[in-house]
């Protein structure tokens, strides 16, 4: 990714509520995240990536274990799920943010439960 898009998908990014950096989840939030991460209809995570107590552990994207140690830049975190084909133009995994599959509250909570992994 040249610098102008990563230029312009963190000037994104900050108007779309990436928020909590600092701030510790709540347990509401680490369930709220599992449930988006591990329901069909949400995020689905499950269907292509292998995580601690994934019930239809997938094997497409890497495994999600020490995710904080793989990404712990919440920023970078939120763009990958936000839409990764900014960063990598040859990915299959969807650009739930910017296809509003998941609002930016929904991403925030999938990073807090993903955080925990």
Same mark, same amino acid.
């Given at each position: 990714?040249?610098? =102008? $898009? +990563?230029?312009?998908? *963190?000037?994104? *990014?900050?108007?779309?509520?990436?928020?909590?950096? %600092?701030?510790? $989840?709540?347990?509401?939030?680490? $369930?709220?995240?599992?449930?988006? /991460? @591990?329901?069909?209809?949400? %995020?689905?995570?499950?269907?292509?990536?292998?995580?601690?107590?994934?019930? #239809?552990?997938?094997?497409? %994207?890497? /495994?999600?274990?020490?995710?904080? +140690?793989?990404?712990?830049?919440?920023? @970078?975190?939120?763009? &990958?799920?936000?839409? #990764? #084909? /900014? =960063?990598?133009?040859?990915?299959?995994?969807?650009?739930? %943010?910017?296809?509003? &599959?998941?609002?930016? @509250?929904? &991403?925030?909570?999938? &990073?807090?439960?993903?955080?925990?992994?």
């Amino acid at each position: 990714m040249n610098l =102008r $898009a +990563s230029m312009l998908g *963190l000037s994104l *990014l900050a108007g779309l509520g990436v928020a909590g950096v %600092g701030q510790a $989840a709540t347990p509401a939030q680490i $369930a709220a995240g599992q449930k988006i /991460a @591990e329901t069909t209809t949400l %995020g689905n995570c499950d269907a292509c990536h292998m995580f601690t107590g994934a019930t #239809e552990a997938g094997n497409v %994207g890497p /495994a999600l274990q020490n995710v904080k +140690s793989m990404v712990p830049n919440r920023k @970078e975190f939120y763009a &990958i799920i936000y839409d #990764e #084909e /900014a =960063r990598n133009p040859q990915t299959v995994m969807p650009a739930f %943010g910017k296809n509003h &599959i998941l609002s930016p @509250e929904q &991403i925030n909570d999938v &990073i807090d439960f993903m955080y925990t992994k």
